[in-house]
């Protein structure tokens, strides 16, 4: 089954009870039982509920897993794979990061005992020497918030492997549509759900993808124990985003390239950083392990001026100022003040993180439209 074929119909049937063709919103706490022992697959909603169910079986086949899970935000799908761990054990990490995962793994976990390492995992032999008995994860962004660097999944799987460690991908940016980082040998895939796989800027969520019976049993212990699960309306509401994703992404990545060569033509700006240049570091991998390049890009300032980049953020019209991306609008983020100022600002700089640095998520709108918009705008500045 291909993938635009899944997104509309993996894990989908039609309501047993009146035929309904959409997945109902079973907005429901508890189930009554038959008599004591015996239900109908559900019992309480934190458990399972019809629609969350389809969701996660929807989620898996398009990450070609055997399991998915979803949570109530992506920092609580991350925080479940965590508790994987215990005390003593050690996580290598990319240094180029979401602001939030970065703060989960250094404000939270760190006081529970485990240690963190954070490369750019780009020179396999560095990451070797980083492996140690204690290595228990290697946590993978590709590519990576902001700067968009490309990982190679198949060399960190090598690693993990030999280690005896889990390879977890936080595959948000690319999406199942464009990679699937479980077909290169991860054992976990996490997405920020928020984003493009819902695609309409209305829900926050989660999910993990695994192929691996036992490591799903455990995640769903921890699911079903710690409780940070979606409501089924939210379900609901991904459900139907998830229709049009291969036609969304398709859209995003037409944009993100038209944009992305825009950027690199104009006088005022000094880096793009977009995985479909050649000249972009590990641009063959990104070739291999992903089927296009999206619509996410980010790009610095010549001169490296906080207040130019403040002034252009607030000149856009289309590309609205505000957090997150995936969405159909497009949006326009400042980094080192928004989505990464958790992170100090010697670490944000080093990974190229830098005052100027803009960062874009390319909607579905008009490309004249869109180049219009960022051409008024560099006026400005």
């Known amino acids: 089954m291909k993938f635009g074929t899944k997104a509309l119909h993996a894990g989908i049937e039609p309501d047993p009870t009146t035929g309904a063709i959409m997945t109902p919103i ?48 992506g920092m609580a ?101 464009l990679q699937n980082p479980l077909d290169l040998g991860a054992d976990i895939v996490m997405h920020s759900v928020t984003k493009y796989i819902n695609g309409h800027s209305d829900v926050v969520m989660g999910a993990l993808i695994v192929d691996n019976i036992e490591l799903s049993k455990r995640l769903y212990a921890l699911q079903n124990s710690c409780g940070a699960v979606p409501g089924p309306q939210d379900c609901f509401l991904v459900l139907r985003g998830i229709k049009t994703l291969h036609l969304r992404m398709e859209r995003h990545c037409e944009n993100g390239a038209e944009i992305a060569r825009y950027l690199k033509n104009q006088d005022k700006v000094d880096h793009v950083f977009w995985p479909g240049f050649e000249t972009h570091p590990n641009h063959h991998v990104a070739k291999e392990q992903m089927n296009g390049f999206g619509g996410m890009i980010s790009f610095s300032l010549k001169g490296n001026r906080l207040q130019d980049a403040k ?22 983020g400042h980094p080192a003040s928004m989505t990464h100022a958790s992170i100090p600002k010697e670490d944000r700089e080093k990974t190229g993180v830098v005052d100027s640095l803009i960062r874009l998520s390319v909607g579905l709108e008009n490309i004249e439209d869109l180049i219009q918009d960022l051409e008024q705008a560099f006026k400005t500045i």
């Open 26 to 73: 079973y907005q429901t706490s508890t189930y009554v039982l038959e008599a004591v022992g015996m239900n109908k697959g559900y019992e309480y909603s934190r458990t399972l509920n019809p629609t969350r169910d389809a969701l996660q079986k929807n989620l898996a086949a398009l990450e070609n897993g055997s399991q998915g899970l979803v949570f109530g935000s």
């Open 311 to 332: 002034q252009f953020t607030a000149a856009t019209k289309l590309f609205a100022l505000a957090e997150s991306l995936g969405g159909v609008e497009s949006l326009i």
């Open 77 to 177: 799908a991350i925080d479940t794979v965590m508790k994987l761990l215990k005390p003593g054990d050690e996580v290598i990490s990319t240094n180029d990061l979401y602001g939030g995962s970065y703060r989960l793994f250094t404000t939270v976990w760190q006081n529970y005992g485990i240690k963190f390492y954070f490369d750019s995992l780009m020179d396999k032999d560095a990451v070797r020497s980083l492996v140690n008995k204690n290595t228990k994860l290697i946590w993978v962004e590709t590519p990576t918030n902001p700067m968009m660097s490309i990982i190679d999944i198949k060399a960190m799987a090598t690693i993990a492997k030999n280690a005896g460690a889990l390879l977890a991908v936080d595959n948000t940016f690319a999406s199942p549509f």
